[in-house]
């Protein structure tokens, strides 16, 4: 078995078990027709292991704080679904320059207060991201949550991420490709 298998077990198992806030139930896992239809809004392609999740544990509905967004659908509380809310994010980028959303970078999981997880579908370890907008300065809302979606998973099926164990004096890596993959190509 695989690392990656032995982890997706494991996140099936606790999501069996637990409920982010506004779940009642686990739903079921989206069907491939669904990855394609979200694959062609996008644009891009989802991380193996974020597929995954998708495919083989439910849309949505497990996780830290709210859990996972549903893929294409929305969830019980409301919350826009995870393509739903990049291609809203994009579009608010484009009409609002000062805070653009990068490409690629999907968001997975509210934390509330409008901060997201997120996926860099981009990076080759499908790092996590936090976006973190509150303090009102797009370039220090960015910050890497964790260098790969598999270590955010181990941190939660673990409860040691940093919403379980953050302290007064907790301080997260500034995510340093942010306006590199938020700059706009010159015209002309």
Avoid at 75 to 94: D, T
Avoid at 112 to 141: I, K, W
Wanted: glycine letters at 10%.
């Amino acid at each position: 078995m695989t690392d990656n298998e032995q982890l997706l077990a494991r996140v099936a198992a606790k999501a069996r078990t637990t409920r982010p806030y506004g779940w009642t139930s686990l739903p079921a896992p989206v069907a491939a027709d669904t990855l394609s239809r979200a694959k062609a809004a996008l644009g891009f392609t989802l991380p193996p292991l974020l597929a995954d999740l998708y495919l083989r544990i439910g849309d949505g509905g497990f996780g830290p704080e709210y859990g996972l967004l549903p893929l294409l659908d929305g969830p019980p509380a409301g919350e826009p679904a995870a393509v739903v809310q990049y291609l809203a994010n994009r579009e608010s980028g484009r009409k609002d320059p000062d805070w653009p959303w990068p490409e690629g970078v999907l968001p997975i999981s509210h934390w509330g207060c409008a901060m997201y997880a997120c996926v860099d579908c981009r990076s080759q370890e499908a790092t996590v991201l936090l976006f973190e907008p509150n303090p009102g300065d797009p370039d220090h809302a960015w910050f890497v949550d964790t260098p790969t979606l598999a270590d955010w998973l181990h941190a939660w099926v673990e409860g040691n991420g940093w919403w379980d164990v953050m302290g007064d004096d907790f301080q997260m890596a500034p995510w340093p490709d942010f306006r590199i993959r938020t700059a706009q190509a010159p015209t002309g």
